[in-house]
């Protein structure tokens, strides 16, 4: 019995901590399968030896602590966890005991996919929705409300219907992002030197946990509903009049479920869908498995974690073993260095995996991984190509440690390690490994602003070797042009009248097109209106950076490497030695910001900007960007599915503008 009880108290330890790095963390350090395999050997534990068991053990609770830096949020009815099955057996066995709670021969269920995101609850009063909350620990979870406003999928007010709207209508889903949106996502966090986001569900549960809406905004999250908690004034009777009658009312439902008669039925859905998941739009493990009749689950109940009327039937995990021979360094677009696994060819649902991205050094190090070791790989969300961890346990001794190289292997400039990061850089913009991505940002709207000096054209110069360098700019001449695909006589006048425009530049410009690590626009601008010539930044110290205000320390490291690099400063040396001309900032304040003193609102989504870019564009002219329409507004920006600020807008005969007309106003600045 004390091996026994030593043995619980031990799982019980492992899971709290798991518990907490993945519900509150947002950091898991072990496989679903793996977390899934110490709660069940806990729960076979527990049901051998019930008098061990405990109010506050794991296999009592749903799921971690609200995590700080949120309002509470309690549920009116609880929001359960569900039991997990792995096989058919356990399927039929779920079956039998279900079909004795309701008393009856035979059952509908309605099976739907398991999501792989974050559960939350909406709350939605006379039609107007007015608190969100993550899960939590069932009971209680976090109020992040502010956040799930910005999901543009979840309706701030209901769809109008006959009867007018519910009192009270609680609605649980999951957050979810597509798989395609994720990869895109995180290979440009690779490429700013931040860490990839690990699966879907750390992705929802990291955005939805920020204390700046505007992050969550930032990422392309959606929303699928599947439950109900507490309602006034609307009855459903079924699952399937649920997910039928929640998009009439503008909440999205999952239209991929199957309402079976029968287990058999279920069971089939689940072997068609884990045969069919590589070509789903998002990630799922599993499949959920539920009473069709709200009132046969009022008679089947609930035990104190998860409801006795469904089950989540979990998708096997599908890894594999294979060798891991070598580990070579890719360049990415901003300079980092990623490491890369060169792995023998080995199919792991139905794809053959070569390669695997390591994401960084401090990753190696975390999974001891060394070249010559049998490792286990898996395909993270359906698409990536993961390295799981090593064997060990396999090694003969002829296996080697990796180091990443201090000298970027594209250039042989030196590798930057800024403090507080897990990427190394290479900061040699004219790095051949990222001139092309460094040309396009140096002549873009934020930068230099070259008309028509597209990244079609950019390609075409780098990949026929027109372009070396980014001062190779300036060297372009007509028969040079007049030669690339595509480029006629009149078309290559027009880009060498733009870049002898471009020549005279504000400082604030000219910072943000070098591309230094960690200066985008706004923080650009504070440099020039701080020192006032370029001579004066590079003269700076560490602490006269700092005291810039919005320039921290990560922000001062990057500055200081990025000028004191010898390929850099060479780099500025060429582009004045071919007549680039800088502006003081007090002169380029009043050439540059004809829309001073202007207050501008946006509303709605605009076809081809995002908010983001139509902020910057404003903001880069002198103008400001305001949250609420007012007396003191001169132009609201209207683009499709607009709220009530265009209404606003008419109501005080302010003046709006659609993309066309806004795009216009910029234009003619």
């Not at 021979?325 to 023998?344: K, M, N, Q």
């Not at 649902?349 to 990753?363: F, S």
């Not at 985008?520 to 003269?539: C, E, K, V």
């Not at 400001?624 to 005969?653: F, H, I, W």
């Amino acid at each position: 019995m004390t091996d026994v009880r030593g043995e619980i108290e031990s799982l019980r330890e492992e899971i709290r901590r798991h518990n907490r790095l993945y519900f509150v963390l947002d950091r898991p350090e072990v496989s679903d399968a793996e977390y899934d395999r110490l709660f069940r050997r806990l729960q076979e534990l527990e049901a051998a030896h019930p008098e061990l068991v405990t109010a506050d053990s794991p296999t009592q609770r749903v799921g971690a602590a609200p995590a700080e830096g949120f309002a509470p949020a309690r549920h009116a009815v609880p929001m359960l966890s569900l039991a997990n099955a792995f096989g058919e057996e356990e399927l039929r066995a779920f079956d039998r005991r279900v079909r004795q709670l309701v008393d009856a021969e035979a059952v509908v269920y309605v099976a739907e996919p398991k999501l792989d995101g974050l559960s939350v609850e909406l709350v939605y009063e006379n039609g107007v929705f007015v608190q969100g909350s993550t899960r939590g620990d069932g009971a209680v979870g976090e109020d992040v409300t502010a956040n799930l406003r910005t999901v543009r999928s979840i309706p701030l007010r209901l769809a109008a219907t006959d009867g007018g709207p519910p009192r009270r209508l609680e609605v649980r889903g999951e957050v979810y992002i597509e798989a395609a949106a994720l990869a895109a996502l995180n290979a440009a966090r690779e490429d700013e030197g931040l860490e990839p986001f690990a699966n879907p569900r750390n992705l929802a549960a990291g955005s939805l946990r920020q204390l700046d809406p505007s992050v969550t905004a930032s990422r392309p999250l959606r929303f699928f509903a599947y439950d109900l908690g507490r309602t006034e004034g609307i009855t459903f009777d079924t699952q399937q009049d649920l997910l039928a009658r929640l998009p009439e009312l503008g909440i999205p439902a999952n239209p991929l479920y199957a309402v079976c008669d029968g287990i058999d039925e279920a069971i089939a859905f689940y072997e068609r869908l884990l045969e069919e998941r590589d070509r789903l739009a998002y990630e799922a493990d599993g499949v959920v498995i539920k009473l069709d009749g709200f009132a046969a689950r009022k008679r089947a109940g609930q035990v104190s974690r998860s409801p006795r009327w469904a089950i989540a039937a979990k998708f096997p995990a599908e890894q594999a073993t294979t060798v891991l021979r070598d580990i070579l360094v890719s360049v990415g677009r901003t300079g980092t260095l990623t490491p890369v696994a060169v792995l023998d060819p080995v199919r792991v649902r139905g794809a053959e995996i070569t390669r695997a991205t390591l994401h960084n050094e401090d990753e190696i190090a975390r999974k001891d991984l060394r070249i010559g070791d049998t490792v286990v790989i898996q395909r993270a969300g359906d698409v990536i190509p993961q390295v799981v961890h090593a064997l060990p346990e396999r090694r003969d001794g002829s296996e080697r440690a990796f180091v990443l190289p201090d000298r970027c292997p594209a250039c042989d400039h030196p590798v930057l390690r800024i403090e507080g990061e897990v990427a190394h850089r290479c900061v040699n913009v004219s790095c051949p490994a990222r001139l092309r991505q460094s040309v396009a940002h140096f002549v873009s709207r934020g930068g230099l602003d070259v008309d028509g000096f597209g990244i079609k054209l950019v390609d075409r110069l780098v990949e026929g070797g027109t372009l070396r360098r980014v001062s190779d700019v300036f060297r372009l001449d007509k028969e040079t042009l007049v030669g690339v695909e595509r480029m006629g006589d009149t078309s290559a006048s027009n880009l060498l009248a733009a870049l002898a425009r471009a020549k005279t530049v504000p400082l604030h410009r000219l910072l943000f097109a070098l591309g230094i690590p960690e200066v985008g626009a706004h923080a650009a601008r504070a440099l020039a209106d701080a020192f006032g010539s370029l001579d004066r930044l590079i003269a700076a110290s560490r602490d006269a950076l700092e005291a810039v205000p919005g320039i921290g320390p990560r922000t001062a490291d990057g500055i200081l490497a990025f000028l004191s690099d010898s390929g850099n400063r060479e780099l500025i040396d060429e582009l004045l030695d071919a007549g680039l001309e800088i502006v003081a900032p007090d002169a380029a304040k009043a050439v540059a910001a004809p829309l001073r003193g202007r207050r501008f609102v946006l509303t709605g989504t605009l076809p081809s900007l995002t908010r983001a870019e139509a902020e910057r564009r404003i903001v880069e002219l002198g103008g400001e960007v305001g949250s609420s329409v007012s007396r003191r507004t001169d132009y609201v920006v209207v683009g499709e599915n607009p709220g009530s600020k265009a209404r606003r807008a008419g109501e005080l005969g302010v003046p709006t503008l659609d993309e066309a007309a806004f795009l216009a106003l910029l234009d003619a600045r």
